[in-house]
């Protein structure tokens, strides 16, 4: 372990991410589900500095809505700075400040990238040194999208989502994003998805156990084509996410009536995301939004995962 006494705050952000491809596997044993995800960081960041502590504490501002954000040892990103200092045997603590600008409870995994910039900047501030592969387990053990974070980039994630493997992205992406101002609950969205498949087992195909991602994604993706990749968009969560929300029905139209490739609601939701033909389109869609009076941001993807600022 390096001594970075001297250190007195370090200086880490990792993005949020958007879903441009998600199936759902069948319900299994344990109450979870295999999934099939093509993962895109986009710049949209939550920023994160570690400050020498002798315990564990948090504060936390941002651009966002903040209520539904705990500030106790529930917190993702401190769970994060604990299960480092167990893993590496550091006896001191750390004062977190978060800067949060990734929608809470919004499909875009801000807790997660809350908790791999985390990860970066503990290990910096503490000399841990820890190899990459461990910092990716123990990103792992804190949730499933917390390695893509921790990764950033395009890539595929398999098994509870944290299997990942890089996808080939040429070019960047033009995404728009109507943030909404409620949240919805992850398990509630699975679990209304598990209601559906049940309603309409006589009409559906069954799910199967261990999906994959459309060859028709990577391909777009490879190339680089925002119509290729529109035509690919895709989520199991979005219909019992409408179901749940059904106002974002009418957001999904605003959005491909003013000239989005198409729309998707990211991950569980509700942020819809609008794929843009390039910038000058992208632009205008967030004119028109905002004209709305929707919250909309611009962003585009793909970008790095969760990096040191300040080192």
Request: with cysteine; aromatic share 6%.
């Amino acid at each position: 372990m390096t001594s970075l006494a001297a250190q007195k705050m370090v200086h880490a952000k990792a993005p949020g991410k958007i879903n441009v491809f998600l199936k759902v596997g069948a319900l299994l044993d344990d109450g979870y589900h295999d999934v099939a995800i093509a993962y895109q960081a986009v710049s949209l960041y939550e920023e994160v500095r570690a400050y020498p502590a002798d315990d564990f504490s948090i504060e936390i501002a941002g651009t966002v809505e903040l209520s539904r954000v705990p500030t106790d040892g529930s917190n993702i990103a401190i769970r994060a700075a604990r299960l480092l200092a167990r893993r590496a045997g550091y006896r001191g603590g750390v004062h977190l400040e978060i800067g949060k600008h990734v929608p809470v409870t919004g499909g875009m995994g801000g807790g997660s990238a809350d908790a791999a910039a985390t990860l970066l900047a503990c290990d910096a501030l503490w000399g841990t040194e820890l190899p990459r592969d461990e910092m990716l387990s123990l990103a792992t053990q804190l949730g499933s999208d917390v390695p893509f974070a921790f990764t950033g980039g395009t890539a595929i994630g398999t098994g509870r989502g944290d299997q990942l493997s890089p996808a080939l992205a040429q070019g960047q992406f033009q995404w728009v994003l109507v943030v909404a101002d409620f949240g919805l609950s992850t398990p509630a969205v699975y679990a209304e998805l598990d209601n559906h498949r049940d309603r309409h087992a006589q009409d559906i195909f069954p799910a199967e156990v261990q999906p994959f991602v459309d060859a028709n994604v990577l391909q777009a993706l490879r190339a680089g084509d925002p119509h290729m990749l529109a035509e690919t968009l895709y989520n199991d969560l979005q219909a019992p996410a409408l179901h749940l929300e059904p106002s974002l029905a009418s957001v999904l139209e605003l959005g491909e009536e003013n000239g989005a490739l198409a729309g998707v609601i990211s991950g569980s939701g509700p942020t819809v995301a609008f794929l843009a033909a390039d910038l000058d389109s992208a632009l205008e869609l967030q004119i028109a939004l905002s004209a709305a009076r929707l919250n909309v941001v611009r962003v585009t993807g793909p970008v790095h995962g969760a990096r040191l600022v300040n080192l």
